[in-house]
């Protein structure tokens, strides 16, 4: 059974900066996808940063600019680089692997809280 820990969440000012990270505690094979999820209460999860395979990083429009995904293939991990920090980003933050075969690997969620 696969486990997926993340961490980095807390409460920050406007204007400031988080680095999140998330691990899988083995060797994901076949990997599609992976990126960084966000949700509110009463507000469907939405995708803020992600690398498809072979592919190259893309954002939602609300970070473009301000957030940084980052990947190490060698130890199953992913970070997210977040600067200029928004009350609107306030959120539970989720890491997610997604690989062949409909193995889809998320992980408990971080609060991101952003005071202004």
């Known amino acids: 059974q696969v486990h997926v820990v993340e961490s980095g969440g807390g409460l920050v000012q406007a204007g400031g900066s988080l680095r999140l990270s998330c691990a899988a505690s083995?060797?994901?094979?076949?990997?599609?996808?992976v990126g960084w999820y966000r949700q509110v209460p009463g507000k469907p999860r939405e995708l803020v940063a992600a690398?498809?395979?072979?592919?190259?990083?893309n954002y939602a429009d609300s970070v473009k600019g301000r957030f940084t995904i980052s990947r190490d293939n060698a130890k199953n991990a992913l970070s997210l680089q977040m600067n200029s920090l928004k009350p609107d980003d306030t959120a539970v933050y989720y890491c997610?692997?997604?690989?062949?075969?409909?193995?889809?690997?998320w992980g408990q969620g971080t609060l991101v809280a952003v005071s202004s």
């Open positions: 997610r692997f997604e690989a062949d075969y409909g193995y889809d690997y």
């Open positions: 690398i498809p395979s072979g592919g190259t990083p």
């Open positions: 083995e060797t994901i094979f076949g990997i599609k996808h």
